[in-house]
């Protein structure tokens, strides 16, 4: 039997990882987003999670990792609530409809919980090199979903106005620069209220065929 087979307690090695992975990635979130990441040890993590370093060095080498993997699950998550967003489109699309629909499930996807925001937009901004060329692949990686969901969104022949790196990073950095705002607020507004005001920018980078 491979290790992966075995159990413990009536669950898989793989299972149990999965869930303390889980659980300093959960705890991450947290106290990241509600103290900073600069202000959090990997000891502050291991406490939130309930689990020790022993047990943190199993699925991390530094408490950059940690912070990189949440943030790329917060990613992820995003990305699939815009997929099944764009699943739901009709044959015939309004761009001001569509880019609504498609923003309101991003936004509302980051978020659902402001620490989950936080982390997204603040914490992993100027954390070291290796984290910015991270979040400029990830830039990147948006741009092309972009790219792909033009027709979609706006129908067959759609383009992206002017240089398309370009043009994809003035959209993310409006979404990035207004959720930031919008953590700072108080009381904060509805995201609906951020999506009104990303939609104009968003469908303006549209050129319809």
């Avoid at 999670?49 to 992820?76: C, N, P």
Wanted: proline share 5%; hydrophobic share 45%.
């Amino acid at each position: 039997m491979t290790i992966e087979g075995r159990q413990y307690g009536g669950r898989a090695v793989t299972e149990r990882k999965a869930e303390r992975r889980q659980r300093f990635l959960d705890a991450a979130i947290q106290i990241f987003g509600e103290h900073g990441y600069a202000n959090c040890s990997l000891a502050d993590v291991c406490a939130a999670a309930g689990l020790s370093k022993r047990q943190f060095y199993e699925e991390f080498a530094t408490r950059e990792d940690v912070l990189v993997a949440a943030y790329d699950q917060i990613q992820d998550e995003a990305a699939a609530a815009l997929a099944n967003a764009l699943a739901e489109l009709g044959p015939d699309p309004d761009p001001i409809d569509t880019v609504t629909l498609v923003l309101s499930a991003f936004l509302s996807s980051v978020g659902s919980d402001p620490n989950r925001a936080k982390v997204a937009f603040v914490e992993v901004v100027g954390v070291s090199q290796a984290m910015e060329e991270h979040r400029r692949a990830r830039r990147h990686a948006w741009i092309d979903v972009i790219r792909k969901a033009l027709e979609p969104l706006a129908g067959p022949g759609a383009r992206i106005r002017g240089n398309p790196e370009m043009a994809g990073s003035a959209l993310i950095g409006a979404v990035n620069g207004l959720a930031h705002e919008w953590l700072l607020s108080n009381p904060r507004p509805p995201v609906s209220d951020l999506v009104d005001m990303l939609v104009p920018v968003a469908v303006s980078l549209i050129i319809q065929a």
